[in-house]
């Protein structure tokens, strides 16, 4: 069965740059999109791009522009550079797969942004 | 703060029907794109519940059902039961934002 699962620091500094793996099995990545999501604590959930197999990207506006993301279908993987971060980017990151709909999620990575 | 509204919380006794409203606009839901609909058990990742404002993915019980009307959708859900507490989330594609976007959520308490 399909399955992600997201890796990377567990903390970040202020200022600094946010760094995620997800690690995709039991399907190829070829023919996909695959997006990431984050969810504040005890908010709600909020795109913040996808990326095609291919390396097409689309990102969220609002995020302006401090999303970055990458894909190495050899490794299944893709990932996330999110920077100049903040507090306010403290959340628990969600990769999924394709978009409208995110038919398979994985269980998330709380990140965390304090000096 | 997001485009689609949607009430903070319902509750239901077991067995009861519950609906869960999703509002949005004439860039989002009214301009024709599709509806989803996400259950996210505590503590754990959202889960794909209704797709294309009305199907049902393989796995996913009858007692679960989306329409759609306007620029609002709904979610209903029959048979109350109590694995069915979770917040429920709906989510669109908003074409002035150029954003995929989610609605603000619903606690279900049984």
């Known amino acids: 069965q399909v399955q992600l699962q997201e890796s990377g620091p567990g903390l970040v500094k202020p200022s600094e740059t946010l760094s995620l793996t997800c690690s995709v099995s039991g399907v190829s990545m070829r023919g996909y999109y695959w997006s990431w999501i984050r969810q504040p604590p005890g908010k709600g959930l909020e795109w913040i791009g996808y990326?095609?197999?291919?390396?097409?990207?689309k990102y969220n506006p609002s995020l302006k522009r401090r999303a970055a993301m990458s894909v190495d279908t050899s490794k299944n993987q893709f990932s996330l550079n999110f920077s100049s971060v903040t507090a306010a980017d403290t959340a628990v990151y969600f990769c999924?797969?394709?978009?409208?709909?995110?038919?398979?999620w994985g269980q998330g990575t709380l990140v965390t942004v304090s000096s | 703060q997001s485009v689609l509204t949607q009430p903070p919380s319902v509750s239901g006794a077991p067995g009861q029907r519950v609906t869960i409203s999703c509002t949005g606009s004439?860039?989002?839901?009214?301009?024709?794109?599709?509806v989803h609909w996400y259950q996210q058990l505590p503590g754990t990742a959202p889960k794909l519940l209704i797709y294309g404002s009305t199907k049902r993915p393989s796995g996913v019980p009858d007692r679960f059902s989306g329409s759609k009307s306007g620029s609002s959708a709904s979610l209903a859900i029959t048979g109350l039961q109590a694995e069915d507490e979770a917040d429920y989330y709906c989510?669109?594609?908003?074409?002035?934002?150029?954003?995929?976007?989610f609605g603000t959520g619903t606690k279900v308490t049984v």
């Open positions: 004439s860039s989002n839901i009214g301009a024709g794109y599709d």
């Open positions: 989510q669109s594609y908003d074409s002035s934002l150029t954003s995929f976007v």
């Open positions: 990326i095609h197999y291919s390396g097409t990207t």
């Open positions: 999924t797969r394709d978009f409208d709909p995110f038919d398979y």
